[in-house]
């Protein structure tokens, strides 16, 4: 692969959401290493020169219990989301435990799948790494 160009155009995706609307249509569990060939073609189709899968990172199961047990947060979620659960709660991509892809988006070697089905496609992959998203109970 070349040279980045001087200006390139990034799609960031929203990888949780991504994956469970991709599961929801597809009626079984889709993580990174199992998206569907498609779904990689029409993203190649927008002629973009990277994606940067956001939200990737181990996210923290006590970030999840802090915003659970927030009556203010938990309101709000009431609010904007009519049918919130709290069970709905997959915690802050911003609450990282470690810096791991998380298992239920397909872990590393989904990642790594990702990643081949990008660059088959002439595209590179972005992943952030900003070293005050941790969480209580980082490692």
Not at 105 to 127: W, Y
Request: charged share 25%; proline share 6%; aromatic share 10%.
């Amino acid at each position: 692969m070349l040279g980045w160009p001087r200006c390139p155009i990034i799609y960031e995706i929203n990888t949780l959401t991504w994956l469970q609307e991709l599961s929801r249509r597809e009626r079984k569990l889709v993580t990174l290493g199992t998206v569907p060939t498609q779904e990689w073609d029409v993203l190649a189709s927008y002629g973009f020169d990277a994606v940067w899968l956001m939200g990737v990172w181990d996210r923290s199961p006590a970030g999840i219990r802090i915003a659970k047990g927030n009556t203010g947060l938990q309101a709000e979620f009431g609010r904007v989301l009519s049918d919130y659960q709290p069970e709905d709660n997959a915690g802050s991509a911003y609450c990282v435990r470690r810096y791991v892809v998380d298992d239920q988006l397909g872990g590393p070697n989904g990642m790594a799948t990702a990643r081949k089905k990008l660059a088959d496609r002439g595209m590179r992959l972005i992943l952030d790494f900003v070293p005050n998203h941790v969480a209580p109970d980082h490692q």
